[in-house]
């Protein structure tokens, strides 16, 4: 692995909020809403996030709170219609993607930044080799020869441990077993050495084994080449290991923001304490799991003042009237709930 | 694979000699007098008409004469005509005209149909879509022979940018139009088709995957998703190259090309059943294998299809 890409214009992560802050990759203030038959749904309603060179930022939530939406908005990759982007920036080494070309933006994809998918199966081209779609990229992005981009193709199928890359070039996708095909949707995303990548819920089709193995392999791969990650699940348990930072998502805003240790220790959102008391615990046994309560909110009705407060068990009078924006409580630490002091600062 | 290919020549058998015995009784069914006609006014003598059922086994059942056709079949033998031509003569000078007109046929369609589905399909509702739709549609409802006149009107007399009638040279620039008229309504059906086909498989995930690639449009859409959404579209064009040629007839007519359809009107006409039997013998022929090519290549463009 002589081919760690360090980017010169990555500057480590100052903590300052100035606007040119030398970050990798930034979400600012993101809104996108879906225009259906029956009526507008606004899925990001001013998400920001930033990850940079070498760290992990796991987003959090469930499934309809917009991580997945966020994701494809920076890829470029968002079906319009329905989708539009209606504000905010994301910004790429400074520069906002939202204004770029598309074929500026098309330089960007695999390159700047890569991307794997849940459903390694439908996300392969079913009537293409393993080893033609990994290999594809090396010949149309960087005009390999064929041979030449299948040596890379197979040292890359190498690189993600799967066992007799060779043979395994000339296979097809349904050829594989679900770990064996993340692994090479791992490889394909890899292949010309991203500065960030984004796992879109990477480990959720699969076997609790076969996660675990998959979710170190992404570990090793980040550390090793220093590339920012933004890791998306609903599955806390994926996150402890892996993550430098979390961002909880809800109704399309992210409503806590800290290091993996603090938000599991101290959260400061009660939908946060929420998703972390649901996780079911040995010694627990034979009680009833504990869940949170409601339904996520319908995006094109969301709740007025704080979307959490019909489903919040913390709720006052001023969380129906009044939003509550993401604050910095701590340093490193970020809440959006009118009570995130006392919650941190309980017993 | 091997087992497969086996099982599907086998097949082949059965269905061969049922469409060849349905052919056969149908001819055999058809009433009037072959020599009808042959011997001027006032009808064939009676020992012409004696010698002339001999030699043909006229009045043997339709049993034997079913089986020693068959048997002179299989031997290369497709008989002569009452006229003593050889019938392999009409079908070797006739044939090839309507393979040709046919092929044309299927390339004009293959690039219009899929030109025009590949294009709406990426486009939906687009004024292109709609013009694809309506014009589709037109063709479709259109019967062959009026498409035909109305077009060599255009073409051929009133502004004579080509030869009403095709020559017996058959230049390909010559078939564009008879072809075009031809696969018309097919190129009406292949754009559907592919319209479908390619908006469905638009948002399928190995399409995001690809843009994700960065991979520049072009590759993404000729590639990617061309390759997936042209497996229905190779099944219709594959099963189409044989009714083209059983459909040619009309066409044939219209632009006087010398073509086997001519030659099974003529046949059928004129009672020479042997004639048409053969013709349509190799026609059946042609149909079964190209059905068999396409399932072959259904295999070829969708890995995931294997045959055992």
């Given at each position: ?61 469930e ?14 990759i968002?079906d319009?219609?329905?989708?539009f ?22 330089r ?5 930044i890569a ?12 009537v ?5 779609q ?14 030449d981009?299948?040596?890379?193709a197979?040292?890359?199928l190498d ?12 296979n ?26 984004i796992?879109d ?53 992210i409503?806590?923001e ?13 939908y ?55 604050l ?20 | ?12 058998v ?25 011997c001027?006014?006032?009808?064939c ?5 004696a ?7 006229l ?12 048997k002179n ?7 002569i ?21 046919a ?28 013009l ?25 007399v ?9 020559s ?19 190129s009406?059906?292949i ?15 190995y399409v ?47 632009f006087?090309?010398n ?5 099974v009107?003529?046949?059928i ?40």
């Amino acid at each position: 692995m002589s081919d760690i890409l360090v980017s010169e214009q990555s500057a480590p992560g100052a903590d300052g909020s100035g606007r040119p802050s030398g970050r990798l990759l930034e979400v600012d203030d993101l809104r996108v809403e879906f225009r259906t038959r029956d009526g507008v749904a606004k899925v990001i309603n001013g998400v920001t996030y930033h990850v940079d060179a070498g760290e992990t930022l796991a987003v959090l939530g469930e499934s309809g709170s917009g991580k997945s939406v966020t994701a494809q908005t920076i890829m470029g990759i968002l079906d319009t219609p329905p989708g539009f982007v209606t504000g905010g920036q994301v910004r790429f080494h400074g520069k906002d993607m939202l204004k770029m070309s598309a074929e500026q933006r098309r330089r960007i994809r695999g390159e700047g930044i890569a991307m794997i998918f849940q459903d390694s199966l439908s996300a392969l081209n079913p009537v293409f080799t393993v080893g033609f779609q990994i290999a594809e990229q090396f010949r149309i992005r960087r005009g390999m020869s064929r041979s030449d981009a299948k040596k890379r193709a197979i040292e890359m199928l190498d690189q993600v441990k799967i066992p007799n890359a060779k043979g395994r070039f000339s296979n097809y996708p349904h050829q594989f077993s679900g770990g064996m095909r993340q692994r090479a949707m791992i490889a394909m995303s890899l292949a010309l050495d991203p500065e960030v990548l984004i796992a879109d819920e990477p480990t959720t089709a699969l076997d609790v084994t076969v996660q675990a193995q998959i979710m170190d392999l992404l570990g090793e791969l980040q550390r090793e080449r220093q590339m920012g990650m933004i890791l998306i699940t609903h599955d806390l348990g994926v996150v402890a290991d892996v993550a430098d930072r979390i961002a909880v998502m809800y109704a399309g805003r992210i409503v806590e923001e800290a290091d993996v240790y603090d938000l599991y220790a101290k959260p400061a959102h009660p939908y946060t304490l929420g998703l972390l008391n649901s996780i079911p615990r040995l010694d627990e046994k034979g009680q009833e799991l504990r869940t949170i309560k409601g339904l996520p909110p319908n995006l094109m009705n969301i709740p007025s003042g704080c979307p959490f407060n019909p489903r919040c068990p913390m709720a006052q009078p001023v969380c129906r009237e009044k939003l509550p924006p993401l604050l910095q409580i701590r340093s490193g630490r970020a809440s959006a709930c009118h009570f995130a002091e006392e919650l941190v600062n309980r017993d | 694979m091997g087992r497969y290919l086996l099982r599907r020549l086998l097949q082949l058998v059965p269905v061969f000699i049922g469409t060849t015995f349905l052919i056969y009784w149908l001819v055999w069914s058809v009433p009037g007098d072959p020599f009808a006609g042959k011997c001027g006014d006032r009808g064939c003598p009676e020992n012409y008409r004696a010698v002339m059922t001999a030699k043909y086994h006229l009045d043997d059942s339709i049993w034997v004469q079913y089986a020693s056709y068959m048997k002179n079949l299989f031997q290369g033998d497709f008989g002569i005509t009452f006229g003593n031509r050889p019938i392999s003569d009409i079908i070797t000078t006739s044939y090839p005209n309507t393979l040709k007109l046919a092929v044309v046929a299927l390339v004009i369609e293959a690039v219009i149909g899929l030109g025009a589905g590949v294009l709406t399909g990426l486009r939906r509702n687009g004024f292109l879509d709609n013009l694809v739709l309506v014009s589709s549609l037109f063709l479709i409802a259109l019967p062959v022979f009026v498409i035909g006149f109305v077009l060599q009107w255009f073409f051929g007399v009133k502004w004579g940018i080509i030869t009403p009638t095709v020559s017996s040279e058959m230049r390909i620039t010559e078939l564009i139009l008879p072809g075009f008229v031809l696969g018309s309504a097919s190129s009406a059906y292949i754009a559907r088709v592919a319209r479908t086909s390619i908006a469905e498989n638009r948002r399928a995930d190995y399409v995001r995957t690809a843009i994700a690639k960065g991979l520049p449009m072009r590759r993404v859409v000729g590639v990617h998703l061309l390759r997936n959404s042209l497996i229905p579209v190779v099944t219709l064009l594959g099963t189409d190259l044989g009714a083209l040629m059983g459909g040619a007839i009309i066409t044939e007519g219209i632009f006087g090309i010398n073509g086997i359809g001519r030659q099974v009107l003529r046949a059928i006409v004129t009672k020479e059943s042997a004639t048409v039997v053969g013709i349509v013998v190799v026609l059946v022929v042609v149909y079964l294998v190209m059905n068999l090519l396409v399932d072959l290549l259904y295999a070829a463009l969708d890995p995931r299809i294997r045959y055992e």
